[in-house]
């Protein structure tokens, strides 16, 4: 059974900075592209950012710049480095498994930006 927790979301100022967290289980963690994703009160759900097995990552333009996706293979975690906050970057956000598009995730963790 694939389970995802995310952790590390909070409130913070514009230009602030946050590391959400999110373990994996149940799944061959090493060999699994991952990813993050967003989603804000009556948008879409915007992929962030995702990380392949080899350690090869790609951002939204969004992002890009600010934004840190990175792994560690021997806990089982993906991260994601948030710098330069901006108010639109408000939402919750979620790990998942790209190949297995919104199928699997956890159950989130809310970040708020304030202007």
């Known amino acids: 059974q694939v389970q995802l927790v995310e952790s590390g979301g909070g409130s913070v100022q514009a230009g602030g900075s946050l590391r959400l967290s999110c373990v994996v289980s149940g799944i061959d963690f090493s060999a699994t592209h991952m990813g993050w994703y967003r989603q804000a009160p009556g948008k879409q759900r915007d992929m962030v950012a995702t990380?392949?097995?080899?350690?090869?990552?790609n951002y939204a333009s969004s992002v890009k710049g600010r934004f840190t996706i990175s792994r560690d293979n021997a806990k089982n975690m993906v991260y994601l480095q948030m710098n330069s906050l901006k108010p639109e970057d408000t939402g919750v956000y979620y790990c998942n498994l790209p190949s297995y598009g919104y199928e699997f995730r956890g159950q989130g963790t809310q970040v708020t930006v304030s202007s």
């Open positions: 990380i392949t097995s080899g350690g090869f990552s």
